[in-house]
């Protein structure tokens, strides 16, 4: 009974998050991104001495995307200067197809803290991190990895723990909500035809909100 209480309410909750995105005018603004060196002061937390990169070897990109509220947004990633190109064509294929971002903002503004950030459903790429539950560098640390959406595509690790806590609900892949990424989506295909892997296709952990270009 207790396990059937815990189903059942990862399923109501998971129907209360999934309120239908309004439709987006046919007014919205034309996507728009900008790409410009970052110093390390702008990188704050999220960058300090003997990380593997440089601030030099990154790229702040300013760019458009759909909100949940279907409306047109502004927000900054941190990335490298290598795949700073493919970041601003892969967001512009997700505003033009209007599939919906909750928040872009870098992760300094959270602390450079991954839990917090996820917690804040908040799309981040560069913070230079070991990998979650190891002691190697993340791919985030090279300013070649994105999370997004992290609520709606959590990280389930080999034993089950779910990352953010709030993405429980949507462990079950076939609940429809707003900023969710299946295969075969505008999300996975616009990352996978650059070459970027989806880590919603590995075996364990699995990771809903990693897209990567190692």
Request: with cysteine.
């Amino acid at each position: 009974m207790g396990i059937l209480t815990t189903l059942t309410a990862a399923r109501a909750a998971a129907t209360a998050l999934a309120a239908p995105v309004p439709p987006c005018g046919p007014d919205l603004p034309e996507f728009t991104a900008r790409v410009s060196e970052v110093t390390a002061e702008r990188l704050g937390a999220s960058w300090r001495a003997g990380c593997p990169v440089g601030p030099e070897a990154l790229r702040l990109v300013s760019l458009d995307f759909i909100g949940f509220d279907g409306a047109a947004h502004r927000g900054e990633l941190v990335v490298a200067e290598a795949v700073a190109g493919d970041v601003v064509e892969v967001f512009r294929e997700l505003y033009e197809a209007r599939f919906p971002v909750e928040r872009v903002e870098t992760v300094e503004k959270h602390g450079a803290d991954d839990d917090a950030s996820m917690a804040a459903n908040n799309t981040s790429a560069f913070n230079c991190r070991p990998i979650t539950g190891g002691t190697a560098w993340s791919n985030h640390s090279y300013g070649r990895a994105i999370d997004l959406n992290p609520v709606q595509n959590p990280y389930v690790s080999a034993s089950g723990a779910v990352h953010p806590p709030s993405g429980a609900p949507y462990v079950d892949r076939t609940v429809r909500a707003p900023g969710l990424i299946v295969a075969g989506d505008v999300v996975v295909t616009a990352f996978e035809s650059r070459g970027w892997t989806w880590g919603g296709r590995w075996q364990t952990p699995l990771d809903y909100q990693h897209f990567e270009l190692p």
